[in-house]
């Protein structure tokens, strides 16, 4: 391959829950959680990368708190 593998798409933030406690539905559960840039297009880049395929990753980041 000559050049990277090019990705376009948008960042969003991918947030996991993991619940602490057997979660029972219709009260408050505690649980941790996770925030990180994710997105379709975020994700395949960063798995293409992980298989040490040259890539770059072309996207917008909002004007708002996460951005």
Do not use: W, Y
Request: aromatic content about 2%; proline content about 6%; some cysteine.
């Amino acid at each position: 391959m000559k050049g990277p593998v090019i990705c376009i798409g948008g960042i969003l933030v991918d947030e996991i829950f993991h619940a602490m406690v057997p979660v029972i539905q219709g009260t408050s559960n505690p649980a941790t959680s996770h925030r990180s840039a994710g997105g379709v297009m975020g994700n395949v880049a960063r798995h293409i990368g992980l298989l040490q395929v040259p890539v770059a990753f072309i996207g917008c980041v909002g004007n708002d708190a996460n951005g």
